[in-house]
């Protein structure tokens, strides 16, 4: 009889042990780090508040390369990543679906530098040679669809260097004096010569050339975050608190431009605090998810899937590219 009771007791204890077992494990899950995943640049600055003062929820991992952020969440070494937005739907398509968009965060960092004053609007560049980098890929799609818009493709001519860094030289040193440069090169170029100045806006111009296509809603947005599809199915409200947490940072860094760039090089985004500080105002830092989001981005990869269907990876994302929150809440949106 006694055998019986302690077998009882025994089995009782057993299925305590592994019901906490169980509960410990599901709780070391919930609280574990999310695993968030940026190139350094533009991309990432909209993260140094969040990361700064929620470090204890996040796991940044920086990277220089676009290739080498994409091999991190396609392994399932990040669950939550910064990318250009073509490559997102490049990623999409190469993975089956694998991530989903999950929101905007920087807006265009292209701009057109002269070293003088006649360059005021697009139309301007008509009958004038442009130095620019990116060719083959968005900087340039975008550039030919403005000067397409603006009827003035065959008039201008585009001469494409190879690195930034060779362009920024080139300009520095006299042999370029119209040139088309993103963030944090623009900040850089300025730094090392006085006598250019930003010229154009090409963010600003690319929705001028779509109000003039008749698309209302789309604008140049070249940084996003994505989510590896099976973290999202798995960890709906570690996504919501993800994109909380997005929100506010974005809105603080755009308001708090010193203390921001501080934090910025002490994370590793840009080395030095002082071009943060002077490029911070030129990136178009934002959060924008749900609906706005896909509603910005469904003609603005049309445009560039027209360009050249490789730079989506072949085909335009499906709907389910795009996230939803399962819950149905309405995501928050927060611009520079």
């Not at 690319?206 to 599809?229: D, H, I, Q, Y």
Request: contains cysteine; glycine residues 8%; hydrophobic residues 45%.
């Amino acid at each position: 009889m006694k055998y019986r009771v302690l077998r009882g007791i025994c089995g009782v204890l057993a299925v305590i042990m592994l019901a906490a077992t169980g509960m410990a494990a599901l709780a070391g899950q919930e609280s574990a780090k999310v695993r968030v995943g940026a190139l350094k640049g533009p991309t990432a600055m909209g993260l140094a508040q969040m990361m700064t003062v929620n470090s204890e929820a996040y796991e940044l991992s920086l990277v220089g390369a676009p290739d080498e952020m994409v091999a991190q969440i396609a392994s399932g070494q990040v669950d939550i990543a910064a990318l250009p937005t073509n490559l997102a739907a490049t990623l999409y398509n190469k993975t089956s679906g694998g991530v989903k968009l999950l929101a905007l965060n920087t807006l265009g960092v292209l701009y057109v530098l002269e070293r003088g004053d006649s360059v005021h609007s697009a139309a301007d560049l008509a009958g004038k040679t442009l130095y620019a980098t990116g060719q083959g890929a968005t900087p340039e799609y975008t550039l030919r669809y403005v000067l397409e818009q603006e009827g003035i493709a065959e008039q201008t001519q585009v001469e494409f260097k190879a690195e930034h860094t060779e362009l920024v030289t080139l300009a520095a040193t006299g042999g370029a004096d119209l040139v088309l440069l993103p963030e944090p090169h623009v900040t850089s170029l300025l730094m090392q010569d006085a006598g250019f100045r930003v010229a154009l806006d090409m963010t600003t111009a690319f929705a001028e050339a779509a109000r003039k296509a008749g698309e209302e809603n789309m604008e140049l947005s070249m940084g996003c975050w994505v989510v590896r599809t099976e973290f999202a199915q798995e960890h709906p409200e570690a996504v919501r608190e993800f994109l909380a947490a997005y929100q506010t940072s974005a809105a603080y860094v755009n308001e708090h431009v010193e203390e921001s760039a501080q934090w910025i090089e002490q994370l590793g985004i840009l080395p030095k605090a002082a071009v943060a500080a002077k490029a911070l105002p030129n990136c178009h830092i934002v959060c924008i998810a749900g609906e706005e989001a896909r509603a910005r981005m469904e003609p603005l990869l049309g445009v560039w899937f027209a360009a050249n269907p490789a730079a989506v990876g072949g085909a335009l994302p499906g709907e389910d590219f795009y996230y939803v929150d399962p819950a149905g809440d309405a995501q928050g949106n927060a611009a520079q």
